[in-house]
């Protein structure tokens, strides 16, 4: 596993964390005698599952040899034994993180995102606590400040000049509108399950489909009328949108969804969006997701990005880079001279793979270990 997500843009669903504050201090894995605990362990697989969509399907613990499972232990097993490692590196070079420093995080992350507000909303949704996201910083601030002394991540115009004309592909925009919507949630099916659920008898297919009906022609009347108010007086549509709008991603900011591109939106929506004038509200659009009423307010054409307005971006993109590459090679060089003892070898990332691998072996009829032998002997 390599160190690159320690200094991507922060991964707010996957916090790392130093197990400070927790009781169970039983060591499962010695680095150079300073232990990784279970306690530690314990905290990142219980925020893994938690922000998993893959938590939802069942009790994963109550299967920890279960494949899912293994997955996510495989990968925080590897990044605490990189955490520590890097940590020890970090600590044999007197580097140090100050408040400040950390605090010059957090404003830069809440620009980047908006707004203190937005950042609190981000971090309340994933299930992360402001202090456990302060770590979490303090920890980045930590590697780049390593990252920084291992190796040099200076970048030269040079690079930064070659690197945009090499990739002029990622500096191209596409046409985008800027748009708030309200919308009022009307789907058949949801619909039709909801009325069986709800009958005390058996419906038939015809009554059922009637009562569908019905609903469907209440939620389009109710639209309509909204639509008629906010065409009315468009300095209403953000009430409107706080008042009756189902869609809970953006009625709280007014129906506010920001810029966005055609191909980021359901076509019926993207068509209604992008047909019309700056500074109108649409009729009643019928989507799979129920009924929008939408509010055009901005329009910017298709076109490229100057080289001045990119050049701060691909500096921070060329920065990074250099810096994961010296983790990386920081990590390669820390794993070859460092004792690593595992104290439980559950957590040995060796016995976790052969796991993994014999469970692939019996879903694919031993296929798995045939292709592999042969990419082995490819390669020889």
Known sequence: MKVSKLLTTLALAAVLTTGCGVKNQNAIIKINDKAITQAQYDKLIDQSISQSPFGKLGDLKGNKDGFLYLMMEQRIVNQLIIQELLDQEADARGIKVENKDVDEALKET?????????????LKANGISVNDFKNDLRTQVKMRKLADAAGDSKVTEKEISDFYKKNPDKFKNPEKVRASHILIAANPYEIGEDIKSKSKKEISEDE???????????????????AKEAQADKTKFAQLAKKYSEDPGSAKQGGDLGFFAKDQMVPEFAETAFSAKPDTVSNVVKSQFGYHIIYVQDRHAAGVTPFEKA?????????????????????A???????I???DERYNPEVIQKKLSKQVDDATGGQASKVKEATKNNKK
Request: proline share 0%; no cysteine; hydrophobic share 45%.
């Open 110 to 122: 809440m620009d980047q995102m908006g707004g203190r507000d937005q950042l609190m909303e981000v």
């Open 208 to 226: 059922l489909k009637a009562k569908v009906d019905a609903v469907m022609a209440e939620k389009l009347a109710k639209a309509e009328k909204i």
């Open 311 to 331: 050049k701060a971006g691909i500096e921070d993109y060329l920065k990074t880079q250099k810096q994961v590459k010296a983790l990386d090679d920081l990590t």
């Open 333 to 339: 060089a820390a794993k070859k001279k460092a004792k």
């Open 341 to 343: 003892e595992f104290m």
